[in-house]
């Protein structure tokens, strides 16, 4: 899963150009490996339990992108959208 800003320039890219790979599998590991990251070990489990009698299949969805652009934070260099956000409500 990817999240960012709503006014973040990838997402006017998402949507101007759409194009993705996706895989019909089973109950993906991944999709699993998200719950535990906030249920306890018993709610894990029984969430796996519902999740496999509820779906026979699920879809992987794999972005590859054409294009990336790396920005190092850590230096200073935010992308603008990002700055107007943190400043938003700043005097």
């Known amino acids: 899963m990817i999240s960012t800003a709503a006014t973040a320039p990838k997402v006017a890219a998402v949507i101007a150009c759409p194009e ?15 719950a535990r990251k906030s249920m306890g070990a ?3 489990a029984e969430f796996g339990r519902q999740v496999r009698r509820t779906y026979d ?9 054409r294009w990336v652009r790396f ?4 230096v200073g260099r ?4 990002l700055a ?3 400043n938003r ?3």
Not at 71 to 74: K, Q, R, S, V
Not at 78 to 81: A, E, Q
């Open 57 to 65: 299949q699920v879809a992987r969805i794999a972005i590859t992108p």
């Open 20 to 34: 993705v790979a996706w895989a019909i599998d089973g109950v993906v590991d991944e999709y699993l490996a998200a």
């Open 78 to 81: 935010v992308p603008g959208f």
């Open 71 to 74: 920005y190092d934070f850590g």
């Open 89 to 91: 409500d700043q005097p």
């Open 42 to 44: 018993d709610a894990v």
């Open 84 to 86: 107007r956000l943190v």
